[in-house]
């Protein structure tokens, strides 16, 4: 059999697949204090002051603010460990993650 004259002018490559991000998501409630919200966004988010403040303040006027987006796993793991903090302090603190859109 004889060879196809023409080649396809498009490379077949196969697009690489990347696993969705989740998003971190702080919610507000009415009792856990301010500074304690923006030193646990600071801990596990590794955010600075301004960024911290400016996410805390988000979540308090809007009832709930997006902190980051990571790989499902450790969005459910940083989630988990703000969340818990807040629990040892007595607070309700909560984040929750969902996948990106
Ligand atoms: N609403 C809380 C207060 O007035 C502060 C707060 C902000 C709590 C954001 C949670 O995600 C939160 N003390």
Redesign the pocket.
């Known amino acids: 059999m004889s060879q196809p004259l023409l080649r396809p002018r498009v490379a077949t490559r196969p697009k690489t697949q990347r696993p969705p991000l989740h998003k971190v998501i702080?919610?507000?409630?009415?009792?856990?204090?301010?500074e304690f919200?923006v030193e646990v966004l600071k801990a596990v988010f590794r955010m600075n002051e301004s960024q911290a403040l400016a996410v805390?303040m988000t979540?308090?006027r809007k009832n709930a603010c997006v902190v980051a987006v990571f790989a499902r796993d450790v969005a459910e793991t940083k989630a988990t460990e703000a969340t818990e903090l807040g629990k040892a302090n007595g607070f309700p603190?909560f984040f929750t993650t969902e996948p990106e859109t």
């Open positions: 702080l919610l507000n409630d009415d009792y856990t204090p301010r919200v805390m979540a308090h603190l």
